[in-house]
C-alpha cells in the first residue's frame, strides 16, 4: 500500500503476516489487500468512509429522494443514526423509498467497495401491518422483526418505567457473579468487585433512563448479599448498614454510591450538554418537541409527554441541576438581569424582591439594563415611580455593579459552581446530591485506604472503626439464646469483650501495641 505524506513523497508500506502452527510462525504472506482488521488505522479509514454514506443519505433528503421522518414543532428531520459500522436508517413504508433506498447503498457499496451484510440487516416496522412489513422486507431482502430493538447497548422503543425493561441490567449482574461463584473472595476483594465492576454495570442504562425505584433495590439487593454473603458461603450477617456503606470514604463509607443518585448525576450530564451542543442532531430534535426554557439556555422542563420519553426523566433533574450553575457575562446577551446567577451568590430577584416586584420585563436580559458599555444606561422600566426603600434597594443595587465590566468581544456563558475549572463532572454533581450531616466519629481515611497495606487490611480496619466486628458482646446480642460469655475476653480473662476493649484497652493488646511502636522507633 502507498501513503502519500505533506512533502508529496510516497512511502510504501510492505506488510506480511505469518501463521502460526503450533507456536511456530510458518508461511509467510505479504499483505496485498490493505489494512487488516485489527490495524489501529482501520477504525479511522472506516470511519471516513461511513461518513461518505451520511453524506449520500444528507444529499438524497435535499433533493426529496428519502423522507425518514419528522419530529417536533419545528418538523426536525432525521433519516440515519451512525456510531462507527452500527447505522440505523429511518424511512416512510412506501415501497418507492425502500428501493431508492436499496439502491444507494449499492452504489455505496461499488464506490467504496463495502457490501452491506443483509443477512445482519433488520427491517423494523412501527404501527405497521406485519404483511406489509414482510413485503417490505423481501424487497431489501432482510429479516422482518418487532419493535423494539436493540441500539448500541440501549433498546429503542422500550418503557423504562417497566421492570422487564431493566432485565438486561439485571443479567449482566447475574452472569458476572456467576462467574465468581466458585471463587474464594474476602471481604476487601468484595470491595474491590464491588467497585471495579458491579456498581458500573447498571451505569450505562442509568446513563439515559430514570431506574424505577424497584429495579434499583433489586440491583443493590444484589450488591448488599454479594458483599456481606459473598457467593457459595451460606447467608451472613450484615456488618453495616446499606446506607453506611454508600456513603463517600471521607464520610466512613466504602464509596460505592446510592444508585437513584447515581442516576440523577448522570442525567444531569445532558442538561449540561445541551446548551453547548447546540448544532448535534440530538439537540435539533430535543428542541423542536419541547422549545426552549425562559431562561434561553436549556430545554423546556414541562414536559407533559409519555413515560417512555428519557427527557421527561432528565427534565426532572433540572431543580438540582441548576442550583450549581452560574453564568459567566461577557457581552450580556444571554443572561437574564433578575432571574440567573450571574453577580454574588443569590440571584437579583431574590436579593431586592420588592426592586422585581415593580419591573414590566422580568425576563429581561443585562444587556438591555446595562448598555453595551460604561457608563450603563440602567434602563430598567419600572411600573412606577418608585418608594423610599425601592430607591435605597436601587441605589445599593447600583453600587453593588460598579466594578462590574461588559464585554462585547466575548459571549456569555455558563460555569459549574462545584469545580474551580467550571466544567461539570458527573462525580461533583453526584457528591453534591449525596451531601449529608456528618454525625459519624473521626475517621483516617487518607491514612487507611491509601497505605501500603493489603486491601483485606483495610477492610477490616474499615469495620472495627464502626465496631462492627464480631466479637462475643455483638454476638451476643444477635443470638440472645445462646450463652456467649461477652463478659470474659478470651486474650486476658480479665473484662468483656468489645470492639474498643479488644483493640485498645485489653493488657494484652496493649503489650502488642507498644512492642509495634518500639520497632518502629515511636515513643
Given at each position: 500500500?502507498?501513503?502519500e505524506?505533506?512533502?508529496g513523497?510516497?512511502?510504501?508500506?510492505?506488510?506480511?503476516?505469518?501463521?502460526?502452527?503450533?507456536?511456530?510462525?510458518?508461511?509467510?504472506?505479504k499483505?496485498?489487500?490493505?489494512?487488516?482488521q485489527?490495524?489501529p488505522?482501520?477504525?479511522f479509514?472506516?470511519?471516513i468512509?461511513?461518513?461518505?454514506?451520511?453524506?449520500?443519505?444528507?444529499?438524497?433528503?435535499?433533493?426529496?429522494?428519502?423522507e425518514?421522518?419528522?419530529?417536533?414543532?419545528?418538523?426536525?428531520?432525521?433519516?440515519?443514526?451512525?456510531f462507527?459500522?452500527d447505522?440505523?436508517?429511518?424511512?416512510?413504508?412506501?415501497?418507492e423509498?425502500?428501493?431508492?433506498?436499496k439502491?444507494?447503498?449499492l452504489?455505496?457499496?461499488q464506490?467504496s467497495?463495502?457490501k452491506?451484510?443483509?443477512?445482519?440487516?433488520?427491517?423494523?416496522?412501527?404501527?405497521?401491518d406485519?404483511?406489509?412489513?414482510?413485503?417490505?422486507?423481501?424487497?431489501?431482502?432482510?429479516?422482518?422483526?418487532?419493535?423494539?430493538?436493540?441500539?448500541?447497548?440501549l433498546?429503542?422503543?422500550?418503557?423504562?418505567?417497566a421492570?422487564?425493561f431493566?432485565?438486561?441490567v439485571?443479567?449482566r449482574i447475574?452472569?458476572?457473579?456467576?462467574?465468581?461463584?466458585?471463587?474464594?473472595?474476602?471481604?476487601?476483594?468484595?470491595?474491590?468487585?464491588?467497585?471495579?465492576?458491579?456498581?458500573h454495570i447498571?451505569s450505562?442504562?442509568?446513563?439515559?433512563?430514570?431506574i424505577?425505584?424497584?429495579?434499583?433495590?433489586k440491583?443493590?439487593?444484589?450488591?448488599?448479599?454479594?458483599?456481606?454473603?459473598?457467593?457459595g458461603e451460606?447467608k451472613?450477617?450484615?456488618?453495616?448498614?446499606?446506607?453506611?456503606?454508600?456513603?463517600?470514604?471521607?464520610?466512613?463509607?466504602?464509596g460505592?454510591?446510592?444508585i437513584?443518585l447515581?442516576?440523577?448525576?448522570?442525567?444531569?450530564?445532558?442538561?449540561?450538554?445541551?446548551?453547548?451542543e447546540?448544532?448535534a442532531?440530538?439537540?435539533q430534535?430535543?428542541?423542536?418537541?419541547?422549545?426552549?426554557?425562559?431562561?434561553?439556555w436549556?430545554?423546556?422542563?414541562?414536559?407533559?409527554?409519555?413515560?417512555?420519553?428519557?427527557?421527561?426523566?432528565?427534565a426532572?433533574?433540572?431543580q438540582?441541576?441548576?442550583k450549581y450553575?452560574?453564568?459567566?457575562?461577557g457581552?450580556?446577551e444571554?443572561?437574564?438581569?433578575?432571574?440567573?446567577?450571574?453577580?454574588?451568590?443569590?440571584?437579583?430577584?431574590?436579593?431586592?424582591?420588592?426592586?422585581f416586584?415593580?419591573?414590566?420585563?422580568?425576563n429581561?436580559l443585562?444587556?438591555?439594563?446595562?448598555?453595551?458599555?460604561?457608563?450603563?444606561?440602567?434602563?430598567f422600566?419600572?411600573r412606577h415611580?418608585?418608594?423610599?426603600?425601592?430607591?435605597?434597594d436601587?441605589?445599593?443595587?447600583?453600587?453593588?455593579?460598579?466594578?462590574?465590566?461588559?464585554?462585547?468581544?466575548?459571549?456569555?456563558?455558563?460555569?459549574?459552581?462545584?469545580l474551580?475549572?467550571?466544567?461539570?463532572t458527573?462525580?461533583?454533581?453526584?457528591?453534591?446530591?449525596?451531601?449529608m450531616?456528618?454525625s459519624?466519629?473521626?475517621?483516617?481515611?487518607?491514612?487507611?485506604?491509601?497505605?501500603?497495606?493489603?486491601f483485606?487490611?483495610?477492610?477490616?480496619?474499615?469495620?472495627?472503626?464502626h465496631?462492627?466486628?464480631?466479637?462475643?458482646?455483638?454476638?451476643q446480642?444477635?443470638?440472645?439464646?445462646?450463652?456467649l460469655?461477652?463478659?470474659?475476653?478470651?486474650l486476658c480473662?480479665?473484662?468483656?469483650?468489645?470492639?474498643?476493649?479488644?483493640?485498645?484497652?485489653?493488657?494484652?493488646t496493649?503489650?502488642?501495641?507498644?512492642?509495634?511502636?518500639?520497632?518502629?522507633?515511636?515513643?
Open positions: 500500500m502507498a501513503v505524506n505533506p512533502q513523497i510516497l512511502l510504501s508500506l510492505a506488510v506480511s503476516y505469518a501463521i502460526l502452527v503450533n507456536g511456530n510462525a510458518k508461511g509467510w504472506v499483505a496485498s489487500r490493505g489494512l487488516r485489527g490495524d488505522l482501520s477504525p479509514l472506516f470511519t468512509v461511513a461518513d461518505v454514506l451520511s453524506r449520500m443519505l444528507l444529499k438524497a433528503e435535499e433533493r426529496s429522494l428519502l425518514g421522518f419528522r419530529v417536533g414543532r419545528n418538523r426536525c428531520r432525521v433519516s440515519h443514526l451512525q462507527a459500522d447505522t440505523i436508517l429511518f424511512a416512510s413504508s412506501s415501497e423509498e425502500l428501493q431508492t433506498l439502491s444507494l447503498l452504489v455505496f457499496g464506490v467497495g463495502l452491506v451484510n443483509l443477512d445482519k440487516s433488520n427491517l423494523f416496522g412501527i404501527n405497521l406485519q404483511n406489509h412489513l414482510f413485503r417490505l422486507a423481501l424487497l431489501l431482502d432482510c429479516k422482518a422483526l418487532d419493535w423494539t430493538i436493540l441500539y448500541l447497548g433498546p429503542l422503543g422500550g418503557n423504562p418505567t421492570c422487564g431493566w432485565d438486561p439485571i443479567g447475574s452472569r458476572r457473579l456467576d462467574g465468581w461463584q466458585k471463587a474464594y473472595l474476602s471481604l476487601g476483594g468484595r470491595i474491590t468487585l464491588l467497585h471495579s465492576c458491579l456498581s447498571p450505562y442504562f442509568l446513563s439515559l433512563f430514570k424505577p425505584a424497584l429495579m434499583a433495590a440491583v443493590e439487593r444484589m450488591q448488599r448479599d454479594f458483599l456481606w454473603s459473598g457467593l451460606g451472613r450477617h450484615h456488618l453495616v448498614s446499606w446506607d453506611a456503606v454508600c456513603k463517600p470514604r471521607v464520610k466512613r463509607g466504602l460505592i454510591g446510592n437513584p447515581r442516576n440523577r448525576a448522570l442525567l444531569g450530564k445532558w442538561l449540561w450538554r445541551y446548551p453547548r447546540s448544532t442532531l440530538w439537540h430534535v430535543i428542541l423542536s418537541i419541547y422549545e426552549t426554557h425562559s431562561n434561553g436549556d430545554a423546556n422542563t414541562l414536559v407533559r409527554w409519555s413515560h417512555r420519553c428519557p427527557w421527561k426523566a432528565i426532572q433533574v433540572f438540582d441541576f441548576s450553575t452560574r453564568f459567566v457575562v457581552d450580556g444571554r443572561i437574564r438581569f433578575w432571574e440567573d446567577l450571574w453577580w454574588g451568590d443569590q440571584i437579583f430577584k431574590d436579593q431586592y424582591p420588592r426592586l416586584r415593580v419591573v414590566t420585563d422580568k429581561i443585562i444587556s438591555f439594563i446595562l448598555g453595551s458599555a460604561r457608563p450603563f444606561s440602567w434602563n422600566n419600572f415611580n418608585l418608594t423610599d426603600y425601592e430607591i435605597e436601587l441605589e445599593r443595587l447600583m453600587r453593588s455593579l460598579d466594578c462590574m465590566n461588559l464585554s462585547t468581544s466575548a459571549s456569555d456563558a455558563r460555569s459549574w459552581s462545584l474551580f475549572s467550571g466544567l461539570f458527573v462525580k461533583s454533581f453526584f457528591t453534591a446530591l449525596s451531601q450531616p456528618d459519624s466519629p473521626f475517621f483516617l481515611t487518607k491514612f487507611v485506604w491509601k497505605s501500603q497495606v493489603p483485606k487490611v483495610k477492610a477490616f480496619i474499615w469495620l472495627v472503626a465496631k462492627k466486628v464480631n466479637t462475643n458482646d455483638l454476638l446480642l444477635r443470638r440472645p439464646h445462646k450463652a460469655s461477652p463478659d470474659i475476653c478470651k480473662m480479665e473484662q468483656g469483650e468489645s470492639a474498643d476493649h479488644l483493640f485498645l484497652h485489653c493488657s494484652v496493649l503489650g502488642l501495641w507498644h512492642r509495634l511502636f518500639q520497632l518502629a522507633k515511636m515513643d
